[in-house]
């Protein structure tokens, strides 16, 4: 059975960068097609994808946060962490972190929310 | 981005009714090399994270009742929740995973009537 968990801080100022971290267990990802994806949603909105780093070092980002995001992985710490640069109010949000097991996004954890104020 | 356009935004149905939700794709999530769509579907409940149902627009995950189905090919897929429980009150999303961002629909709410 695969768990994930994100941790971090739950308030930031808008302009501080955002450091994520999702620790998980039950996979690998050194394993060939496995990757850990990043997803938010804002409250009562909808899902938004973020970012996915593969077991081969792969990285792709949302286009439209591109320049503010930056994910990275500790394969023997099983660990992935997400860095959001330059937090706003609109980027309060519960971030979810998941299990990418060929292209299908399967466990989930139980999400962190973030509030951005000052 | 590949846009995901859920019909309808809300349902109500009847307990023991089906429901069906449709989602659309601005262009196709057919991959031609393994005739697989890149086409999952997820369930929230409130205070949940999203649940993985459906994968390969038609494969069911592993403990998920039967009476969810997913149909489609191309731009074009539905979720099916062929006797509605209770227990289905949610919002369901679909998601294309066929190229990043594996972007969503904005999520279909559902209700007992």
């Known amino acids: 059975q695969s768990t994930l968990k994100e941790s971090g801080p739950t308030l930031v100022k808008p302009t501080q960068t955002l450091t994520l971290t999702c620790t998980f267990s039950?996979?690998?990802?050194?394993?060939?097609?496995?990757?850990v994806g990043w997803i938010r949603q804002s409250p009562g909105k909808a899902l938004e994808w973020l970012a996915l780093?593969?077991?081969?070092?792969?990285?792709r980002y949302s286009p439209s946060l591109k320049n503010r995001l930056t994910v990275t992985k500790d394969t023997s710490k099983n660990q992935v962490v997400l860095r959001m640069t330059n937090m706003d109010p609109v980027d309060t949000a519960t971030y979810y972190c998941a299990r990418v097991w060929t292209s299908v996004t399967d466990y989930w954890g139980q999400g962190i929310l973030v509030t951005v104020s000052s | 981005d590949i846009v995901m356009t859920q019909s309808p935004d809300s349902l109500a149905v009847s307990l023991g009714e089906r429901a069906t939700i449709n989602c659309k794709s601005s262009?196709?999530?057919?991959?031609?090399?393994?005739?697989?769509?890149?086409l999952a579907w997820y369930q929230q409940k409130p205070g949940q994270p999203p649940k993985l149902l459906i994968y390969?627009?038609?494969t069911r995950e592993s403990g998920v009742p039967d009476r969810f189905s997913g149909s489609g090919s191309g731009t074009d897929f539905t979720l099916t929740i062929s006797s509605l429980q209770a227990e289905d009150v949610a919002v369901y999303y679909c998601q294309q995973f066929y190229s990043t961002p594996y972007t969503f629909g904005q999520g279909t709410k559902l209700d007992i009537k």
């Open positions: 039950g996979f690998s990802l050194s394993t060939n097609g496995m990757g």
């Open positions: 780093i593969s077991w081969n070092d792969d990285k």
């Open positions: 262009q196709s999530v057919l991959y031609s090399s393994n005739n697989k769509d890149y």
């Open positions: 390969w627009a038609s």
